[in-house]
């Protein structure tokens, strides 16, 4: 701001056709100059009262001035320019499951859209301080706190019990909860309690078993794929075997909301362009209908 005030009060050659340029009052620029001097250690300006001019020192100062304003000026231009273009790096994390389901299969329609973009993409299913590691974004499923975070909705896709058409053709296929007592079910990393509707509306729990317990939604997605017996998991993990036939989903009237899978990122006044797009993306993915 300073060195601003001095530059136009040289290109001026007074305080008040400054402070007209610039929108200020005279006082405040002559206060600004005042300040500068002081600072510097050093008069900038010889006045008479006909006269403003810069000293040999404001002079050789004006002159430095100059450049680095316009270093400024330019280094500005790049940044507005940089954050209204989608191109650049963006550093994602994502569950293994949704990474590998959901978004890895949809990325050739993205970079389409976007080639600019590069996308540094990473898989976790525990926790991630995005502020800590550097990361622009995060895909995460439950309920998060986290104030530092922006937080955006992507699904609330239901949870769903689902088996393979060759399963259900030797064992036949549940009709209530209750009926799961009497099936081989694919036990996954929450454990046996599977959640479902009951008759009144009101979650109710049931305990399950089998001869499989996995800690991955992927090898469970493939298990129950294969036909090894019936599985719950999140629409959006198997929502493409839904399409393709090779997996049935099970107990409609008894469907549960799932925790929601959200967006996560750092927050900020001026959103850039290429997250805007990674971020609207996710969300048109997502989409349940």
Partial sequence: MALSVFARVVEHG????AANKLGLSASAVT?????????LGTQLFNRTTRRLAPTDYGQEFYE????????????????RRGSAVTRGRIRAVVPFSFGRVTLV?????????????????????????????????????????????????????????FAAPSYLEKHGEPATPQDLRKHNCIVGRFGPE???????????????????????????????VAGVGIAQGTWWLVRKDLETGALKSLLPDHILEGNPVSVLYPPQRHLPAKLRAFIDFLVEITKTG
Wanted: proline share 4%; net charge negative; with cysteine.
């Fill in 14 to 17: 007074g305080f008040t056709a």
């Fill in 31 to 39: 206060k600004t100059i005042a300040r500068l001097e002081d600072e």
């Fill in 105 to 161: 299969p949809e990325l050739p329609r993205f970079f389409a859209r976007f080639p600019e973009i590069r996308l540094d993409l990473s898989f976790n299913d525990g926790a991630t301080d995005l502020i800590a590691d550097g990361v622009d974004v995060a895909v995460r499923t439950g309920v998060f706190s986290d104030s530092r975070l922006t937080t955006r909705l992507l699904t609330r896709g239901p949870q769903i019990t």
């Fill in 64 to 79: 430095r001035c100059v450049h680095i304003l316009s270093d400024l000026e330019d280094a500005e231009a790049n940044l």
């Fill in 194 to 224: 599977w959640s479902f509707r009951g008759q009144d509306g009101t979650p109710v729990t049931m305990r399950v078993s089998g001869n499989l317990v996995i800690g991955s939604g992927d090898a469970l997605r493939e298990a129950a």
